[in-house]
């Protein structure tokens, strides 16, 4: 069966980085699109941005442009979402999500990141 | 970018009753770029919906779902305990992608 299973929790402090990571299985990995998407406390889903799999083409939300980087391992069947210069805003539960034709149809169990001084 | 509102912001309704969940887009939206998802209470988001009508794989029938244009309905026809959750619309028309604010329905 479709699986995406992430890293887990992290607290950093303000204006460091932090990389997650997203393990696909049960399907061919290059096959599809993996988005990520992030979620402040009380607040709306906000997707981040996506990575083509069969090639490595990134798309970015312009929001979060310059500051987050997606990258991938093939050979692990692995997405990784990297965000720097991180802020108390930054604080939020943290998805992958299998594109499945433009929706997205199976989603990690999320990481939440934690940004305290 | 394209943002989608949802209302009512809260919905308490008891078992057996019907719900309807609006999603007013701020412009139009093709039909096959809209889509809903249930997200219970720390838990991932999990697609119902997409194309505005396809149910997603395992979706029970009483979701249904309609729209065109900047107005789109998610129907749930009747209710279970199980249903209590958020429930979000997305758009992927236009990028960026975007997400209403949910709407929360509650089972009395």
């Known amino acids: 069966q479709v699986q995406l299973v992430q890293s887990g929790a992290e607290v950093k402090k303000p204006g460091a980085s932090v990389k997650l990571s997203c393990k696909s299985s049960?399907?061919?990995?290059?096959?599809?699109?993996i988005h990520w998407v992030r979620q402040a406390p009380g607040q709306r889903l906000e997707w981040m941005g996506w990575i083509n799999t069969s090639n490595g083409d990134t798309r970015y939300s312009p929001n979060l442009q310059g500051r987050v980087t997606l990258s991938m391992d093939t050979s692990a069947s692995t997405t990784y979402m990297a965000l720097n210069s991180l802020t108390s805003e930054d604080t939020a539960v943290y998805y992958c999500a299998r594109d499945g034709g433009s929706h997205n149809d199976y989603w990690g169990q999320g990481s939440l990141v934690t940004v305290s001084s | 970018e394209i943002v989608l509102t949802q209302s009512p912001g809260t919905l308490s309704l008891s078992p057996g009753e019907r719900a309807t969940l609006s999603c007013r887009a701020s412009q139009s939206v093709a039909s096959i770029y809209l889509a809903w998802y249930q997200q219970k209470s720390g838990q991932a988001p999990r697609l119902l919906i997409y194309g505005t009508s396809t149910r997603a794989t395992g979706i029970p029938d009483r979701f249904s779902g309609s729209g065109s244009g900047t107005d789109f309905t998610l129907t749930i026809s009747r209710l279970e305990p199980e249903d209590s959750a958020v429930y979000y619309c997305?758009?992927?028309?236009?990028?960026?992608?975007?997400f209403g604010q949910g709407t929360k329905v509650e089972i009395k």
């Open positions: 997305q758009q992927y028309d236009m990028p960026p992608r975007t």
């Open positions: 049960g399907y061919t990995f290059t096959s599809h699109t």
